[in-house]
């Protein structure tokens, strides 16, 4: 089952979305950069734009046309929207000599995303397992994510640090939406080839014009994708990958990375699948309140690894590698999937530019590891 | 009784009473103060132990398993936190949530002789052990503790140590680094006294906990006398936020030691204790 959309009835979907209470947000630019923020119509989001990303390199340039979706993924990914930095957990009031203890309310907050990419739903998928997959799980996660809506947005011009391709997650989403879409053009206008993902999607779908696409669009749709596949410069060999690095925690690679990372944690900021928290108790003046919150934290902090008086990863070359092998490797082990879906990301906003997709190819021919 | 995410938000306990072990260590033991019952634990479990607006902290339950006491904490004086908790007089609250992690292999004792190694703050987690095992494993073969601290003063449940020790079978080892004029046990390392514990206890299955340092000493001690490492289980110790999993915070390689331990066998992570930082 798939449909069309014109530009127009794209943006009624927005409006249906905001009349089911839905809190609706897309790529925007903001501070020079594309983020997902909150909009009310799609004229705000970043239209007429392309990213050009590199090694520590993000700029937006002007594109020829006015497409909606022509540029990848921006700086933030779905986890501020679903897993956000800072968040309570519970909550205690004093209670005579003792203290009650309160769930920290839901949000109730309904996000619809409009745009998001592949990539970035496998990331999903990661943190669905992660955080709900197991003995105990994240309500608050939990919540949010049931309460999601998400229009992802196939990718068919990859970025330069992009490598879903080799990572099996994109360009192309075929799971983890309620509404999928190919943003075409056609005619010196624009497409929106889409298809259901969920009866959820198909029945917001229902409330908006649109119209049954014909084979040739869908083909269409089709090509675009794999052309995007095909045209990805960059790859990561993933066979072998989990047990090479597994092996080699005391290659000579991993001092000379450490030279070049000032352990910003930058990387595992911007990171969509890095779920590491840290907890923060705080106590209001009187004493007569205290909040249990959770917040991001990094491996790269010395924090994180603090034991008996010292850091256990005190070298940047240990966090580093506490980085990258769980993130490739025991990833695998622990959750049955590597933990990068090929975003970029961490390429982009490194500020020193470390690439894992050279740095291991470089690692794995260096026959003194 | 309890759901899922309720275990993960913290009960408050009451601090029924204190005892002070060293001069940096203290025991309390805690019963609910929110009306519900107390909950039960296998040797070796954790609990985050808290107090509101401080933060709360991972500890082993070190009470004999079928207290009537409900539970114990034995904590050393180690920061803010800890500080927190043992500063906490008789009537006061503290939080606990639990129990985590796996426990001692106790069901493989049964025909088996067995020895305890433990080294400073280690014997809290292996108490409870040392009581289901000496106590009441009627199976058993003979029971070796193997126990080293820094002075004499430094050692903990003096008490129990004698007790355990007029068992029938049970033999216990104790070892300093720093001795008193009074002290009449042994001197040095753990790993000094395994010649002598190994006299009584053959073959033995090994419970063992103590700083990274002297598992690493003491396992590879215990390998080249010929102890297979399938036979040799450790408790871990590493940063922890949740305990159950979901802070990343205590990861061992692919390990989390919150839900893949804290008891682990020895060959499954001799390697990355071996290894620098990991
Ligand atoms: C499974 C397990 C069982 C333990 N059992 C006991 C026990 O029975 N008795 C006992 O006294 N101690 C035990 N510990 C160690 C105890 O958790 C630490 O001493 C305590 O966390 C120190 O916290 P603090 O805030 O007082 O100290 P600080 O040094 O001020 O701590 C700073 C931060 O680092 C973290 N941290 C510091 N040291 C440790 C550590 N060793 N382990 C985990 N996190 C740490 C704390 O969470 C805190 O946020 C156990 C640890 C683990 C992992
Ligand atoms: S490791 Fe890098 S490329 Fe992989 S998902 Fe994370 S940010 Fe994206
Ligand atoms: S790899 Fe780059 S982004 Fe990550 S911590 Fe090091 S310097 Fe920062
Ligand atoms: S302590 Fe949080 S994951 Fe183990």
Redesign the pocket.
């Known amino acids: 089952m798939s449909f069309v959309l014109k530009r127009s009835e794209l943006d009624q979907l927005v409006t249906v979305l905001r009349e089911d209470g839905y809190q609706v947000y897309g790529p925007v630019v903001v501070d020079r950069a594309i983020r997902y923020r909150r909009i009310d119509s799609i004229d705000e989001l970043a239209i007429g734009v392309r990213d050009v990303q590199g090694p520590g390199r993000y700029s937006l340039v002007e594109r020829a046309d006015d497409a909606i979706f022509g540029h990848t993924v921006g700086v933030t990914s779905l986890k501020d929207l679903f897993f956000p930095p800072r968040r309570a957990v519970w909550t205690a009031a004093r209670d005579g000599d003792s203290y009650r203890f309160e769930p920290a309310a839901p949000t109730g907050a309904r996000v619809a995303v409009i745009g998001a990419r592949s990539c970035e739903l496998a990331a999903m998928s990661i943190h669905d397992t992660v955080l709900l997959g197991g003995e105990y799980v994240d309500a608050d996660y939990e919540a949010r994510r049931k309460a999601g809506f998400i229009v992802s947005i196939d990718c068919t011009e990859p970025g330069e640090v992009c490598f879903c391709a080799s990572m099996g997650t994109g360009p192309g989403a075929d799971g983890g939406f309620d509404l999928a879409m190919t943003e075409l053009r056609v005619d010196g206008g624009w497409e929106y080839v889409g298809r259901y993902g969920t009866q959820r999607g198909e029945a917001i779908l229902e409330r908006v014009e649109h119209r049954v696409p014909d084979q040739i669009e869908i083909g269409q749709a089709r090509s675009a994708v794999s052309a995007a596949a095909g045209a990805m410069g960059r790859e990561l060999t993933v066979t072998g990958l989990p047990e090479f690095l597994a092996s080699h925690r005391q290659h000579p690679s991993w001092a000379d990375i450490a030279d070049r990372c000032l352990a910003c944690g930058n990387c595992t900021q911007a990171c969509p699948t890095c779920f590491c928290v840290s907890t923060i108790d705080t106590s209001s003046l009187d004493g007569a309140t205290m909040t249990h919150d959770v917040r991001w934290d990094s491996c790269f902090s010395l924090?994180f690894s603090?034991?008996?008086?010292r850091p256990q990863r005190a070298s940047i070359d240990a966090r580093y590698r506490q980085w990258l092998t769980h993130k490739l490797s025991g990833w695998v082990e622990q959750f049955g999937s590597s933990g990068c879906v090929g975003c970029g990301r961490c390429i982009t906003w490194c500020p020193v530019g470390i690439d894992f997709t050279a740095e291991i190819p470089r690692m794995m021919e260096r026959i003194d590891g | 009784m309890d759901d899922q995410a309720s275990t993960l938000i913290p009960r408050p306990f009451e601090v029924v009473a204190k005892r002070r072990e060293t001069h940096d260590?203290t025991t309390l033991m805690v019963e609910p103060s929110d009306g519900r019952s107390c909950f039960g634990f296998e040797p070796a479990q954790?609990g985050m132990i808290g107090v509101p607006g401080v933060?709360e902290?991972?500890?082993?339950f070190?009470n004999h398993p079928d207290t009537s006491r409900c539970l114990s904490?034995?904590?050393?004086?180690?920061?803010?936190?800890?500080?927190a908790i043992t500063g906490t007089e008789v009537g006061g609250v503290i939080t606990v949530r639990g129990p985590y992690?796996t426990s001692w292999p106790i069901d493989l004792v049964a025909g088996r002789d067995v020895l305890f190694v433990a080294g400073g703050?280690g014997l809290?987690?292996l108490r409870s052990a040392v009581f289901a095992v000496a106590e009441e494993s009627a199976e058993r073969g003979s029971v070796g503790i193997v126990y080293g601290a820094k002075t004499p003063e430094d050692m903990l449940f003096k008490g129990d140590l004698e007790i355990w020790g007029e068992y029938d079978d049970v033999d216990v080892h104790l070892t300093v680094d720093a001795p008193t004029e009074e002290w009449t046990g042994g001197v040095g390392l753990v790993t000094a006294l395994f010649e002598e514990a190994l006299d009584s206890v053959r073959t033995p299955l090994v419970m063992m906990c103590g700083p990274d340092l002297m598992m690493i000493n003491a396992g590879r001690d215990l390998v080249a006398r010929d102890i297979d490492p399938s036979d040799i289980w450790v408790?871990?110790?590493?940063?922890?936020?949740c305990a159950v999993g979901l802070c990343g915070h205590?990861q061992l390689g692919p390990l989390f030691?919150?839900k893949d331990?804290?008891v682990l066998r020895y060959d499954r992570v001799a390697d990355l204790l071996e290894m620098r930082e990991v």
């Open positions: 924090d603090f034991m008996g008086g | 260590v954790m933060g902290v991972p500890i082993s070190s904490v034995t904590i050393r004086n180690a920061g803010a936190v800890t500080a992690g703050l809290a987690p408790t871990l110790e590493r940063n922890m936020k205590c030691v919150c331990g804290p």
